[in-house]
């Protein structure tokens, strides 16, 4: 019989969001990785900077353990922070301070949910007074929900640069189909919206 682990589930999924995310930066230059692919700017990089923001802010400050011990960086959400500041990278950040701020962020991230039961309430700081209490199961939920949010945006970003596709390297998730094959699958869906569409 397999037993329950509801945490261990948990981490898994946030795990495989946090993979996801920073694989789809692989094999881009730094210019790709930065430029904005929306009206709002979307990138690739800001991505990463920014779930590494949320965690740090989830997992550190809500439950009494701030990872920035002294003056956080000025992206970090401080009345005098630029809006926005954690959705890109400045020239002076590289893809290596990111990324390994991410994954500082998840050992800091596991260590506090490794020490902590599900049940253990916490209160975030920036949310309303009336609703700051949350437990970890929830915390976590949200972490993941967002996490999984943000891989998604990555998937189109990436996909808008350079047609790669998929959730993970080596793994097939969607259906087999060449260059041509796909062009026309898309064919398709635009003949199908302009029909309906009027």
């Known amino acids: 019989m397999i037993e329950p682990n509801p945490k261990a589930d948990l981490l898994r999924y946030l795990q495989e969001a946090r993979d996801a995310l920073v694989w789809k930066l692989d094999g881009l230059s730094e210019y790709d990785i930065r430029r904005p692919l929306t009206p709002t700017g979307t990138n690739l990089l800001g991505l990463v900077k920014h779930v590494a923001s ?4 989830y997992f550190g400050d809500t439950f009494g353990r701030p990872f920035f011990d ?3 960086p000025t992206w970090w959400y401080t009345q005098d922070a ?3 500041a954690d959705m890109w990278a400045t020239a002076d950040e590289s893809r290596e301070d990111i990324v390994g701020l991410y994954r500082l962020a998840w050992q800091h991230s596991d260590s506090r949910i490794a020490m902590l039961p599900l049940d253990a309430v916490g209160r975030v700081p920036w949310w309303p007074e009336e609703r ?9 939920v949200r972490v993941i929900s967002d996490t999984q949010r943000h891989a998604g945006h990555a998937d189109i970003v990436r996909e808008l640069i350079d047609g790669s596709v998929g959730c993970s390297q080596g793994k097939g998730d969607l259906p087999p ?3 041509a094959w796909w062009a026309g699958y898309r064919s398709r869906l635009e003949r199908v919206a302009r029909e309906v569409g009027g």
């Open 177 to 179: 189909g060449d260059q």
């Open 54 to 57: 949320v965690e740090l802010g």
């Open 70 to 72: 002294e003056q956080p």
């Open 132 to 140: 700051r209490e949350a437990t970890l199961h929830h915390i976590l």
């Open 82 to 84: 630029e809006p926005n």
